[in-house]
């Protein structure tokens, strides 16, 4: 099947997003394998979600092939049957993505946090995300019976059921709200937690710009889930499936470069980048106060 012209701008944007995603990952992996050296679980993390990404730009390629953002009418019964496996597919590693990115930038703040309070905070969102994630991928699942169906309902021979779209519908806003309020809290929560630490302001600005990153992150979720219930209602399934993977693919991505980014304190440290001198890992936020306070006692004494 030809590959029309929003088929091919999805392409084209996702590996665009793959290659800063990426360019990003790669340098935190050097940047805790090489210079701070302290490379981790939540390194290996990451590293999964850029492959489970490229994955999911497999899966699309395969799905505009097979007619995802063309028309309908242009497609054959087979065409749609493939395509809406791999829109099927595509939903259930969105949210798996997701949830992966969530819980590794949550990681990183509760690295610095050192009030229980934000310990606490952190560690809900964690399991809040994980949790809301599980319980809508085990929805998508089992959704249908067989799962199959989900996909060939439209095939007169095949045989199954599904619930209501009204559930899916519903924990669909309930993603929504918690990935929002995660994006709040990673906003927010810096603010608190680097307050009379001594961070300069060089760094206090490069880590606030990170965390704003997640309310352009909240735009493209409300505006995915948007996409996403004028496809279930839609005629034209397979033209109005772009916009879901076009805002999913922006939303991850966004992300996965912010959690990239937040780990390279070392690397900019070890090039002499101004402001970032006082940090010896990300890990471990220096106070700048404290030379001074023990070079003002010396010359006291």
């Known amino acids: 099947m030809i590959i029309n012209g929003q088929g091919k701008f999805m392409i084209v944007l996702s590996a665009v997003f793959l290659a800063l995603n990426m360019f990003f990952i790669g340098l935190r992996v050097y940047t805790k394998t090489v210079v701070s050296k302290t490379f981790s679980m939540n390194d290996v993390g990451m590293m999964t979600v850029v492959l489970t990404y490229a994955s999911l730009m497999a899966l699309l390629i395969l799905g505009v092939k097979n007619g995802i953002g063309g028309h309908i009418t242009a497609a054959s019964l087979t065409n749609i049957g493939e395509s809406l496996k791999y829109i099927w597919f595509l939903e259930v590693i969105y949210v798996l993505l997701t949830s992966i990115m969530k819980a590794s930038i949550a990681t990183t703040l509760l690295q610095w946090a050192q009030k229980r309070v934000h310990i606490v905070l952190l560690w809900t969102a964690i399991v809040l995300d994980a949790l809301i994630c599980s319980i809508f991928v085990f929805y998508l699942i089992f959704q249908c019976q067989p799962v199959s169906y989900a996909w060939t309902f439209i095939n007169p021979a095949s045989k199954g059921h599904c619930a209501p779209f009204t559930g899916q519908l519903y924990m669909g806003y309930a993603l929504c709200i918690v990935t929002i309020s995660l994006d709040m809290l990673f906003l927010f929560v810096p603010f608190f937690m680097l307050e009379g630490r001594g961070v300069s ?101």
Request: with cysteine; proline share 3%; glycine share 6%.
């Open 201 to 301: 302001q060089r760094i206090k600005l490069y880590i606030y710009g990170l965390f704003g990153l997640g309310v352009l992150a909240s735009i493209a979720n409300f505006i995915r889930l948007a996409a996403l219930v004028k496809l279930k209602a839609s005629s034209d399934a397979l033209f109005d499936a772009a916009p879901v993977f076009e805002w999913s693919v922006v939303e991850v991505s966004i992300g996965i470069c912010v959690a990239g980014i937040l780990e390279l304190g070392p690397l900019m440290r070890k090039y002499n980048v101004k402001g970032f001198e006082s940090y010896s890992t990300f890990a471990k936020l220096e106070d700048d106060k404290k030379p001074i306070i023990i070079k003002l006692q010396t010359i006291e004494r």
